[in-house]
Each structure stands twice: as structure tokens, then as C-alpha cells.
């Protein structure tokens, strides 16, 4: 299996345009997880999924974040409109449970996003 | 709420040095604990998890964490440390609901 992959890799966008990130979970995985890893704040839980259904989005910021997960292959976190306070590492990561048991998360390469 | 405290923000220390790395979680029920390693320009992987059992716990490439319930702690160790050892290390807490709470994590350069 590839692992999760997360698609740009870097994005730099000015100030008030729409980011929209890419995920794809591992194969099989059925919780989808969106962090952002900021110097200040660290790592941070934005919303994560399970079975393509959000169940917590309690950690986006604001209205201008949103998620969305239309099938088990594929999730995007989009911005509109971008702050430069926006600027981060935005991590996807997936798992699945084992049997009751809770199974690790894997984390993509993420996405280096500069808002000018 | 639930909060994990990593109190070492960046440790440096000489090869071969051993390493211990303070994580102090706030939540008074069952709890998994994970500590994930991020290796510049990578991202992160997993290095141990506690479930139950034996609270020490032995991860890769030599790490190991140990559980004390009473001290709401799980530190990070290694005996001698190398040049690649050089990372950001995050403790993590889950506790009910299927999500991480992470810490912010201690960034450790090791010196040749």
C-alpha cells in the first residue's frame, strides 16, 4: 500500500483566494483524521470522519474551513477564504479498529500551506 | 478537557547520552497512549502505543515508554541515543471518543 496521500505537497496562495487540500486514506481505513501543525499551537485535530461521515468537527476554526469526504477513498479540507494566520502543515491521517481494539493512526507527508 | 504536557521543548544532548522525555496527560479514565516520532521533512510515524498490560513498553529502534497510572505520565527513554535520533517526538492520549489528543512536542537534536 502507498499510505496515505496527500496532495499538494506545498501550496502557496495569497491572501482571500480558496485552498483546497487533498487526502486519500489507506485502503481499507475507514476513520479519516485532518490536523494542523503549527509552531505555536502544535498538532492540532480539525475534524475527522468514520465511515465517510464527520463525527467530530469541534477542532476547525472557523466557517471558512470546511471538510468533506464524498467517498472512502477520498477527503478534502478546503479554505475559503485564506488568512495569512492560515499557514501551516495540514497532516491527514487514517486508521481502522481492530477487533474492539484501537488501531494506530497513519499520517500522510502533508501539506505546507503559505497564505501571503 | 483533556490536555497532554510535553514540558521539554528542545533537548539537546551527545551521542550515546540517554534519554528520557517527560509526557503528562489530564484525564482520569482509561486511556491509550501513543508517542509518534517526525522526522524533518517526514511525517509522523508511530514508535509505541500502551493499551493495558505490562505499562513498559518496548517501540522501535530502541525506544521504550513507561505507563504510571498514579503520576498521569508516560515517558519516553532510550538508553544511548544516536545522530538519527534527531526528530520531533509527540506524546498522544486517546480516551473514549476514536481521536488523539497530542502534545506539542519536544524537538531533540542529537550532537555527533
Known amino acids: 500500500d502507498a499510505g496515505v496521500i496527500q496532495s499538494p505537497r506545498h501550496e502557496v496562495t495569497e491572501m482571500g483566494q480558496e485552498v483546497t487540500l487533498r487526502c486519500k486514506p489507506i485502503?481499507?481505513?475507514?476513520?479519516l483524521f485532518w490536523y494542523r501543525q503549527t509552531m505555536m499551537r502544535g498538532l492540532e485535530l480539525l475534524i475527522y470522519?468514520?465511515?465517510?461521515?464527520?463525527?467530530?468537527d469541534s477542532g476547525m476554526p472557523e466557517d471558512r474551513f470546511s471538510a468533506k469526504m464524498p467517498n472512502a477513498s477520498f477527503s478534502t479540507l478546503k479554505i475559503q477564504p485564506s488568512e495569512p494566520r492560515d499557514s501551516a502543515v495540514y497532516f491527514c491521517?487514517?486508521?481502522?479498529?481492530?477487533?474492539?481494539?484501537?488501531?494506530?493512526?497513519?499520517f500522510g507527508p502533508g501539506t505546507r500551506l503559505t497564505v501571503l | 478537557a483533556q490536555s497532554v504536557s510535553q514540558h521539554n521543548h528542545h533537548v539537546i544532548l551527545s551521542e550515546a547520552a540517554s534519554l528520557e522525555l517527560g509526557c503528562n496527560y489530564s484525564y482520569g479514565g482509561t486511556v491509550n497512549l501513543f508517542w509518534y516520532v517526525q522526522y524533518p521533512g517526514q511525517h509522523l510515524q508511530l514508535l509505541l502505543k500502551y493499551f493495558s498490560g505490562d505499562p513498559l513498553v518496548k517501540g522501535i529502534k530502541g525506544f521504550e515508554a513507561e505507563f504510571i497510572k498514579s503520576k498521569f505520565s508516560f515517558n519516553l527513554r532510550k538508553p544511548s541515543v544516536q545522530w538519527s535520533d534527531t526528530a520531533e517526538y509527540f506524546c498522544?492520549?486517546?480516551?473514549?471518543?476514536?481521536?488523539?489528543?497530542f502534545g506539542t512536542g519536544t524537538r531533540l537534536t542529537v550532537i555527533p
Open positions: 498522544a492520549v486517546r480516551s473514549g471518543a476514536n481521536n488523539l489528543f
Open positions: 485502503s481499507g481505513h475507514d476513520y
Open positions: 491521517a487514517s486508521s481502522f479498529p481492530l477487533a474492539g481494539d484501537y488501531n494506530e493512526q497513519f
Open positions: 470522519f468514520n465511515n465517510n461521515v464527520p463525527i467530530d
